[in-house]
């Protein structure tokens, strides 16, 4: 059973940085597709970016309003996806999720990320 | 990007009633569409994949159909742990997207 555990949320200012982890399991990681999704409080689901397995070349893919801010990485070797968040604003306050296709998307139960000075 | 348009925006029905619900697509995803599950405070409980597929561990009563822009989740006979937020989702094309979600309550 593949199983995704986020963590790393966290109360932060604007303008700062935090990082999300997602540890994987039960899955080739090295060749799984790793996704980061997020949902405001109180509002729908927004693809956020998306990291390709080592054999696809590993590189990614953002949504617009975070691209050249966020940064999705991976170690193959520890199983884990990360998210850095830099410049972070008001608006990226959400509940984060790393997502993966394996007979279906396999989600996590999501980490709280609060922007508020 | 593709544009996914969910309706009813609000369902109301009763224990043991039908529901319907729908999901159209700006282009064609082909069978790349998925439909989710949410209730408060906690994540999408994936229901359907690849538009017709049951998730792992998903009640026969809930069944997905359709290809290209038309899409349906259907819910047989309604349980009282079935009230909840339906949202869609398309994975055919980079930004994956999804529906603004229908709501399911009871009337």
């Known amino acids: 059973e593949v199983q995704l555990v986020e963590s790393g949320g966290d109360l932060v200012k604007p303008g700062e940085s935090l990082r999300l982890s997602c540890a994987a399991s039960?899955?080739?990681?090295?060749?799984?597709?790793m996704h980061w999704v997020r949902q405001a409080p109180g509002k729908g689901l927004e693809w956020v970016g998306r990291i390709r397995g080592k054999s696809d070349g590993g590189t990614t893919d953002y949504a617009a309003p975070v691209k050249g801010r966020f940064t999705i990485s991976r170690d193959d070797s520890q199983n884990t996806v990360y998210l850095q968040m830099n410049s972070l604003k008001m608006e990226d306050t959400a509940v984060y999720y790393c997502s993966t296709f394996s007979n279906g998307w396999v989600w996590g139960q999501g980490t709280l990320v609060t922007v508020s000075s | 990007e593709i544009v996914l348009t969910q309706s009813p925006a609000t369902l109301s029905l009763s224990p043991g009633e039908r529901a319907t619900f729908s999901c159209r697509a700006s282009q064609s995803v082909s069978t790349n569409l998925a439909w989710y599950q949410q209730k408060p405070g906690q994540g999408p409980r994936l229901l359907i994949y690849a538009a017709s597929t049951r998730a792992t561990g998903i009640p026969a009563r809930f069944s997905g159909s359709g290809s290209g822009t038309e899409f349906t989740l259907t819910i047989t006979s309604l349980q009282s742990e079935d009230f909840a937020v339906y949202w869609c989702q398309q994975y055919t094309t980079w930004p994956v997207t999804f529906g603004q979600g229908t709501k399911l309550d009871i009337k």
């Open positions: 039960g899955l080739t990681f090295t060749k799984a597709w």
